[in-house]
């Protein structure tokens, strides 16, 4: 069975690591926070300029000033700080950033991403997810598996256009993950209930899949 955008959330949290400076990107990247394990401290930062994003607020303690990139209320952790988005930008820039996760449209076998723009249909700018996938070593990006046409969304090469070259290191959709390394998608784990074949068949790119029996998130 695919898994849904919470569960996404939920498996790309596991590759958090204590004392991690972490930025979420828009869609279903910001349901992250609300699955840091217990016991570890990570950093959670917004190109707004805040550093130190606690969880979702509940509606009683809903600040409208207290805002991540996406515009979505957040709440802040104990130490947290605000600051300007020309001093966030220069700790992106700085590759003070441990991880990025990030939404996108289409990924490529080589690690190219396209998440920012659609031919014809009208949008503010590509924000700043240029800069982090220029900075970060560390980029996850959290996606479908196929659009709503059931088009795969990891392709050979991509189609639309681009935000970063070859930058993308693993991919968690509601099908499996997969690590982006050598030209080719390798599997890593499926949801639970999808098998191999499913992958296989709704993967445009190149898709290396390991001897023996590749093993199922666990979520």
Request: net charge negative; glycine share 10%.
């Amino acid at each position: 069975m695919a898994l849904d955008k919470k569960s996404i959330a939920k498996r790309i949290a596991q590759e958090l690591k204590d004392g991690y400076y972490v930025n979420l990107g828009i869609g279903i990247p910001t349901l992250v926070a609300n699955y840091i394990p217990k016991g570890m401290q990570v950093f959670l930062q917004s190109e707004n300029g805040l550093l130190g994003m606690g969880p979702f607020p509940t509606e009683e303690n809903v600040d409208a000033d207290l805002i991540n990139a996406g515009k979505q209320t957040v709440t802040t952790l104990p130490g947290a700080s605000l600051f300007s988005s020309a001093q966030s930008f220069e700790m992106i820039r700085g590759s003070h950033i441990d991880m990025t996760v990030l939404g996108a449209m289409e990924v490529a076998e080589n690690g190219d991403i396209a998440n920012w723009k659609i031919p014809g249909k009208m949008v503010k700018g590509m924000g700043g997810a240029m800069d982090l996938v220029a900075a970060a070593e560390n980029i996850i990006v959290a996606m479908m598996h196929t659009n709503r046409k059931g088009q795969s969304k990891l392709l050979k090469s991509c189609t639309l256009p681009l935000t970063g070259v070859d930058c993308i290191k693993k991919v968690v959709t509601d099908l499996a993950v997969l690590e982006i390394k050598d030209g080719a998608f390798h599997l890593l784990e499926r949801a639970p209930g999808v098998s191999v074949e499913e992958i296989k068949e709704k993967t445009d790119g190149k898709l290396v899949i390991p001897d023996g029996e590749v093993p199922e998130m666990l979520i």
